[in-house]
């Protein structure tokens, strides 16, 4: 707590002018650019990564980046309401112009699942974590991988492809797919190496972002 305090308190003794009138002009309204949604991980910051200001990301943070699958027909997710309303407000009062779904390397979340193992104490987050699961199989993206990435980072990455489809199952996602109102990206964090990498579909494989790589996002989407 003494960090977070000291953090604030140098946060207030460094504050430019400029930065004061970018909240004020953030007091009336948010038009961000794009849900960011990943992982709860301490490591994994957003803004840092990405080189935003407040007001240019919607972000969505939960253990291991999931979006639970919409159950059937009626649109309702498989878990609690959380989710899926951060999408509607993203969507349908926000209108973001692009959806992220960023995984990252080391990820507690992940190696959970690898070693099928479950915490006696937390039921909430073993029942959580079977909405990454299927990520432990190849499913419908049989990955090329150029490094020797540890299995649980390929699992990782394998597990933002899944909830990439986790949220194609739902009509607000799909209606907005097909209007062209917003695409979607699969994004993923080398912690070590501070890297982030997009999945290339023409390549079937997750490569560095670099200003070719920012180039072909830009033209495409999942």
Known sequence: MRKLLEGILDFHAKREAGNDLLFKHLTARQQPDALFITCSDSRVVPNLLVSTNPGDLFVMRN??????????????????DSEIAALEYALNCLQVKDIIVCGHSNCGAIHAIY??????????LNSWLSHAK????????????????SVPDRISQKNVLLQIEHLKTYDIVQSALQKKQT?????????EEVEIYSFNRDENKFKVINPAEAQYILQTSI
């Open 115 to 124: 070693k099928n193992s479950t915490v006696k104490s937390a039921p909430h």
């Open 63 to 80: 253990v291991g980046n999931v979006v639970p699958a919409c159950c059937d027909h009626s649109g309702y997710s498989k878990t609690d």
């Open 134 to 149: 299927d990520a432990l199989d190849t499913f419908e993206h049989p990955l090329t991988f150029d490094k020797d990435w």
């Open 183 to 191: 695409a979607l990206h699969a994004w993923w964090f080398d912690i």
